[in-house]
């Protein structure tokens, strides 16, 4: 009896110095704040969705984007001839056709080789004299510009850097092939549309047109 009462008071002296000697336990983790006017973390920006309507052109650069089958997924250029050649699939004929329509293509060959192929076409340098306007005559800079969807004059206009001083921005023509190859010219009233924003004055362009300002006759 007596043993047990001295181990008991032998605990309870004990006790308290062993707490006070164990290490505290470690702080909880807080997430850090970014330190003030520091710019947050970027985000990746989201896809865009491609223009449906595009049509491949040579001097095109595409990605042959096989899913499932990365040793399949190639970028290659568009060759004068109009073709392109990829894993499996040689000589295919990629003028004129839409990213859509030449992934159906291409997931028709492959599926000799490859159970249920999914394929995406994607554009990664527009190149093709197909998808370009050009603008000439007196303007700033002429140039052949890249053709986006829902593309205007205003547009196309500001992307040259304006008339010149000599120019007749009001005798301005679009020069268009139809589907047949007959040419069209369409009247653009260019002083109109950029010294009094008439929207009337400023309509939308298509892949190929050409936009010529004339200069002014006195």
Known sequence: MRRLCALASLAALLGPLAAMAAPPPPPAE??????????ATPQAPAPQAADPTYLIGPGDV??????????????VPVRPDGKISSPLVEDMVAVGKTPTQLARDIEHVLAEYVRSPE???????????????????????????????????LDAMLDVGGLTTFASGNRARIL????????????VRLDDLMKKGRAADNPLLQPGDVLVVPESLF
């Open 176 to 187: 268009r092939k139809d589907a047949n190859g007959n040419q069209q010219v369409i009247r």
């Open 30 to 39: 807080t997430a850090k704040a970014p330190p003030s006017g520091a710019p």
């Open 62 to 75: 595409i990605q042959v984007f096989v899913w499932r089958n990365p040793e399949l997924t190639v970028i």
């Open 119 to 153: 394929v995406n076409i994607i554009v990664t340098n527009a190149q093709s004299a197909f998808n370009q306007v050009k603008v000439i005559g007196q303007v700033a800079r002429p140039a052949s510009i890249a053709y986006r969807r829902g593309m205007t004059a």
